[in-house]
C-alpha cells in the first residue's frame, strides 16, 4: 500500500532552467494538493488539483509555475526559468475526497545554482 | 485572517517530561486543526487532529486541547522520547479564497523538539 511518491527527490536547476516535479497520489485519492516549504518555515498551499481540472491555484505565483494532473499519471508541477529564490522543498498531497485529510509524500527538494 | 501562529520555535524537552506546543489563529470559519510531524528529510505525517466542538482529544502520548473562545490550540507530548524528536505544526483547515469548494490547510511556522536523554 504505497504512499504518495514523489520524484525526484533531490533536484538540481542552473537559473534559467526548467524543472519538473512529479507526484502519484495514494491509490484511491483523486485529490492532489502541492505545498512549498521554504527552511524554518511551514508549508505554503500552491495548488490542488483533481483530474484533469484546477480547482485552486490562489498560492500558485502567476508567472513561470504550472500544474497538471493529467487522467493517465502522475500529477506534475512545472517551473520554468527557474531562479535562486524558487530553491525550496516541494511537497504533493492527496485525499480521498475533499474533507479527507491528507497525506504527504517525501518531497522533492529543489536547488537553483 | 488566515495566519496561523505557533510557538516557541524550539522546545528541549528531558526524556520522561511534557512537551507543550501552542498555536493561535485568526479565522473563525476554520473547522478542522491537524497536527503533523515531520522527521529530517521526510514529508509531514499527521499525527492527531481535532474539530471546534470538541475541548480535548487523546491518542496514546499525544493530546490536543482546544479552546475556542480564545482561539487556541495545544499538542501535548506525555512521557517524551529521544524519539519524539522532530519538527512539529499546527495547521488549520478554512474554505479557500480561489476556489468554490476547495479547502486549504494553514500551516504554523514549526516548533523543531529536542528530547534530550
Known amino acids: 500500500n504505497a504512499g504518495v511518491m514523489q520524484n525526484p527527490r533531490h533536484l538540481v536547476r542552473r537559473r534559467g532552467q526548467e524543472a519538473r516535479l512529479r507526484c502519484s497520489p495514494m491509490?484511491?485519492?483523486?485529490?492532489v494538493y502541492w505545498y512549498r516549504q521554504l527552511p524554518e518555515e511551514g508549508l505554503k498551499f500552491m495548488v490542488y488539483l483533481q483530474k484533469e481540472n484546477i480547482i485552486d491555484e490562489s498560492g500558485m505565483p502567476k508567472e513561470r509555475f504550472s500544474a497538471e494532473f493529467p487522467k493517465e499519471g502522475p500529477s506534475i508541477l512545472r517551473i520554468q526559468q527557474v531562479v535562486r529564490g524558487d530553491s525550496a522543498a516541494y511537497f504533493c498531497a492527496s485525499s480521498q475526497a475533499v474533507l479527507s485529510p491528507l497525506h504527504f509524500g517525501n518531497g522533492t527538494r529543489l536547488t537553483v545554482t | 485572517q488566515q495566519q496561523v501562529k505557533q510557538s516557541p520555535q524550539s522546545l528541549i524537552v528531558q526524556k520522561g517530561g511534557i512537551s507543550i506546543i501552542n498555536c493561535a489563529y485568526e479565522n473563525t470559519a476554520f473547522d478542522y486543526f491537524p497536527w503533523y510531524q515531520q522527521f529530517p528529510g521526510k514529508g509531514p505525517a499527521l499525527l492527531i487532529a481535532?474539530?471546534?466542538?470538541?475541548s480535548e482529544k487523546k491518542e496514546g502520548r499525544f493530546t490536543i486541547s482546544f479552546n475556542k473562545s480564545a482561539k487556541q490550540f495545544s499538542l501535548h507530548i506525555m512521557d517524551s522520547q529521544p524519539g519524539d524528536s522532530a519538527t512539529y505544526f499546527c495547521a488549520a483547515r478554512g474554505v479557500a479564497r480561489g476556489g468554490a469548494g476547495s479547502y486549504q490547510l494553514t500551516f504554523g511556522k514549526g516548533t523543531k523538539l529536542s528530547v534530550i536523554p
Open positions: 481535532i474539530r471546534p466542538d470538541v
Open positions: 491509490k484511491g485519492h483523486s485529490h
